[in-house]
């Protein structure tokens, strides 16, 4: 959780091909970790009911504290606003340009950044566009 | 009002924002950064294992023993350890393991095999038949089994010992 939070959001909102062989990676290395060389069913179990319980237990701490819930997943950000990139915030969260462009052309099939008038880093890496 | 300032207000529409909140996210993602940079630097150097941090050989203060060894050891793992002892030619070297070492790792190979070995409460005793100068070169895999910190020594029947500190990652 940590690391992923550290890493960032846009690693798991838009995988790229590296992001997801490192996934697949990171996913075998902690498998390897959980379970080391005990291959009991026993031992899978523990670890799948574990993991769930630990999800589960998340969910109920976010849907009872709004802060914490803003702390495990994050809030939205503006990244352009009335057609001007919000440049300080985009370099903090590591969105470009070609970023916010590339879903202002998917989503609305805009050409200029000035056809936006809010563009918004979601809390799944997501970039969505309010047109003007 | 700086650029910069202005930029980092909370905005109340389209979305109610915790700007304050996400500034605190991303310093705590460039500090993260760091760390994750500086755990790959110290893992090269040797911190958790092989590298010029952990890897070390010592002489004993009689001159008669070289143990080269890894102060640090990731649970599991096997690593290799070179004992070098010198005695007189024509007579065997008995090598005493204490025993906290053996607590923290079992042998998982080890080369040449002695001619005679006896565990007693103090470690493992090996015995073996020296070169022509003298000399008895052991090379031994460790498996790694224990947990934290282990000091134990190495030491020769009737000569030098070392003193071996070795740490257990899990």
Redesign the interface.
């Given at each position: 959780m940590?690391?992923f939070?550290?890493?960032?959001r846009r690693s798991v909102g838009e995988l790229t091909s590296f992001d997801f062989v490192l996934l697949m990676v990171i996913g075998e290395a902690t498998q390897q970790a959980l379970l080391?060389?005990d291959f009991s069913v026993t031992n899978a179990i523990l670890v799948i009911v574990t993991l769930m319980v630990i999800d589960i237990g998340f969910s109920l701490v976010k849907r009872r504290s709004k802060r914490l819930a803003?702390?495990i997943d994050?809030?939205?950000?503006?990244i352009v606003?009335n057609g001007a990139f919000?440049?300080?915030?985009m370099h903090?969260?590591r969105v470009q340009e070609d970023d916010i462009l590339q879903a202002a052309r998917i989503e609305q099939g805009f050409e200029r950044v000035d056809q936006i008038k809010?563009a918004?880093l979601e809390r799944n890496g997501k970039i969505s566009i309010?047109p003007a | 009002m700086s650029?910069?300032e202005q930029?980092?207000l909370d905005?109340k529409h389209?979305?109610a924002?915790?700007?304050s909140?996400?500034?605190k996210?991303?310093k705590?993602?460039r500090a993260?950064?760091y760390?994750?940079v500086a755990v790959v630097i110290l893992t090269l150097l040797g911190l958790f294992s092989r590298g010029p941090l952990s890897t070390l050989q010592t002489v004993s203060g009689l001159g008669d023993l070289t143990v080269e060894y890894e102060r640090f050891y990731r649970g599991?793992g096997a690593n290799p350890m070179v004992v070098q002892a010198t005695g007189q030619p024509g007579k065997e070297i008995t090598l005493l393991i204490s025993k906290p070492m053996l607590d923290g790792f079992s042998i998982e190979s080890i080369q040449p095999q002695p001619v005679s070995s006896m565990g007693s409460p103090q470690g493992l005793s090996l015995t073996f038949p020296p070169d022509k100068s003298g000399q008895v070169t052991l090379f031994i895999s460790w498996r790694s089994n224990g947990i934290g910190l282990f000091k134990s020594q190495i030491s020769i029947v009737g000569g030098g010992y070392i003193p071996v500190t070795q740490f257990i990652y899990p």
């Open positions: 940590v690391l939070k550290i890493s960032g080391g060389d803003k702390l994050g809030g939205p950000t503006i606003e919000l440049r300080h915030r903090e969260a809010y918004i309010i | 650029l910069l930029e980092m905005r389209p979305i924002e915790d700007i909140l996400q500034r996210v991303w705590f993602q993260g950064w760390v994750l599991g």
